[in-house]
């Protein structure tokens, strides 16, 4: 049974940190990308960085500078680091795994954590 367990989330102030974690269970973690999306309410969901299983990385405009995206192998962690917050930043945080294997993609959510950034 795969799962992907988010946490992390909270409210804070605006210029504030925060760091979101996300364990996985039930797959050869290191061998899958990994991605943090995020959806505010009414929006639709978006990619906000992406780690592959060689560290590359990738961002959103908006984050780039302001989040880093990274993983551990030895604890199936992977983490997001988010500064300097804003308050467009407010989102449920979701994790996601991915992997493309012989046509096949195997992909896992997890089921969000909530970030608030307001003064």
């Known amino acids: 049974q795969v799962q992907l367990v988010e946490s992390g989330g909270g409210l804070v102030q605006p210029g504030e940190s925060l760091r979101l974690s996300c364990a996985a269970s039930?797959?050869?973690?290191?061998?899958?990308?990994m991605s943090w999306f995020r959806q505010a309410p009414g929006k639709q969901r978006e990619l906000v960085a992406t780690i592959t299983r060689s560290t590359d990385t990738n961002y959103a405009d908006s984050v780039k500078g302001r989040f880093t995206i990274s993983r551990d192998n030895a604890k199936n962690t992977v983490f997001l680091q988010m500064n300097s917050l804003k308050p467009e930043d407010t989102a449920d945080y979701y994790c996601?795994?991915?992997?493309?294997?012989?046509?096949?993609?195997?992909?896992?959510w997890g089921q969000g954590t909530q970030v608030t950034v307001s003064s």
């Open positions: 996601y795994a991915n992997l493309r294997l012989g046509g096949a993609v195997h992909d896992y």
């Open positions: 039930g797959i050869i973690f290191s061998i899958y990308t």
